[in-house]
């Protein structure tokens, strides 16, 4: 809570209003049945009151407004009341501003006005122990103690409240904005991934679909047309049974379509098949496809089996890269190449000629590489893609380094 700027101030809140009115009508019906606190004191005229409870009043309609200037003009007021008559209700409208001044006003205030109260209440006590030694003076500084200490903590502790709410308002809308921010980008890296499972598990179906049915309209042969049918029919097939699992996946992923157990991941093991399936494909291209696993037992580099996302990683940049050069390579080997980095990082390599043709044998999405890259970026590896100089001439070299399992353990 914080005063408000003196632009802020101007016409009176209507509850305000209310108090001030209430209060002066009591006071001047009290000051007409002559029920006061007594006679006017240091020879001041008893009419005086009515002026004091005028100017209470007025502070009254300040109270939320302007809780210090209110109060600034009701503490004079008061100190005119008591020595005039002393009306309850301007007492009464005083107490209510000391409160006010504590719960609207500055935060500054709001810990000076209490400590004050105190300070004002003690000095009391003091003076008419001092000066009027008689067993009322302990009626008196409760009385005291009633117009000033009670009030201003009164308005301390339920600021001390308001303010507490309004932190945990805040703390609350910034939790919602926090999750609502966590679930947009869940969302977000949910949708990239399903578009990167579903291009990688079917791009290559379509891709080998697309290129046996141009060769098959493009050969004038019963029987290679026949083949290029049954090719397009087994992609058909295994596209298909792909698209039921992935989508059995999303509709429930503890569930596959066939079986109430969880879908087996692909794995570099199945890479063996892949690349039998690329040579059926690419062989009326003039592709062949060599795997070259330095990881086996026996081999220079042979190292830690890779954790599964590191795994899955691998085996869809394989895939995405074969179905690449099916689309793009000119004829000549396409060579796919497995190895641990001496630092235990898996590294997978695919060389394939490069064409330097305007497009590609069938039409694509243009977002294999960018599938890649963001699948070597999840795990912190190293991506690269491109054309590169070599003693056989230029070829298309994709690299990607993954981090091993100890490397993402410590992430």
């Known amino acids: 809570m914080t005063a408000r700027p003196l632009a802020a101030v101007g016409r009176p809140h209507r509850l305000d209003v209310l108090i001030a009115g209430g209060g002066l009508l009591g006071g001047v019906l009290l000051w007409a049945m002559n029920l006061h606190g007594g006679p006017a004191r240091l020879g001041l005229p008893p009419s005086l009151t009515l002026v004091a409870l005028g100017a209470m009043s007025v502070a009254e309609l300040l109270r939320r407004t302007a809780p210090m200037a209110a109060l600034a003009l009701a503490v004079p007021a008061l100190v005119l009341d008591i020595t005039t008559g002393t009306l309850v209700a301007t007492v009464l409208m005083f107490t209510d501003v000391v409160y006010a001044a504590v719960l609207y006003g500055p935060a500054a205030a709001a810990r000076r006005i209490p400590l004050h109260s105190v300070l004002v209440t003690v000095v009391t006590a003091v003076a008419l122990t001092a000066l009027w030694q008689n067993p009322q003076v302990v009626t008196a500084v409760i009385g005291v103690a009633l117009l000033t200490v009670a009030p201003a903590w009164t308005g301390l502790i339920i600021r001390n409240h308001r303010d507490a709410a309004e932190s945990a308002r805040l703390r609350a809308e910034q939790i919602a904005l926090l999750a609502e921010r966590d679930r947009t ?227």
Not at 271 to 288: E, I, N
């Open 185 to 411: 980008q869940a969302v977000a890296g949910e949708r990239a991934r399903m578009a990167r499972e579903l291009h990688d598990m079917v791009a290559n179906h379509l891709s080998a679909i697309a290129i046996h049915a141009t060769a098959a309209q493009s050969i004038d042969d019963p029987s290679a047309t026949r083949e290029a049918l049954g090719v397009i029919r087994e992609n058909s097939v295994q596209g298909l049974a792909e698209m039921r699992r992935l989508i059995g996946l999303l509709r429930d992923p503890k569930t596959t379509e066939d079986a109430q157990e969880p879908a087996a991941t692909p794995t570099l093991d199945g890479l063996d098949a892949l690349l039998g399936q690329a040579r059926a494909h690419g062989t009326s291209s003039g592709l062949s496809f060599v795997l070259e696993d330095a990881r086996r037992p026996g081999g220079t580099d042979a190292g830690p089996r890779p954790t599964a996302p590191a795994e899955l990683a691998a085996y869809r940049i394989v895939q995405e890269s074969l179905t690449n050069a099916l689309k793009h390579a000119a004829p000549g080997e396409v060579r796919v190449r497995l190895a641990h980095e001496r630092g235990g990082a898996l590294t997978v390599t695919v060389r394939s000629p490069f064409a330097d043709r305007p497009g590609p044998r069938v039409p694509g999405t243009g977002t294999g590489l960018v599938g890649m890259r963001e699948r070597t970026a999840l795990l912190g590896g190293a991506f690269e893609a491109g054309p590169v100089s070599g003693p056989a001439g230029r070829v298309w070299l994709v690299r990607a380094a993954l981090p091993a399992a100890e490397e993402e353990e410590q992430r």
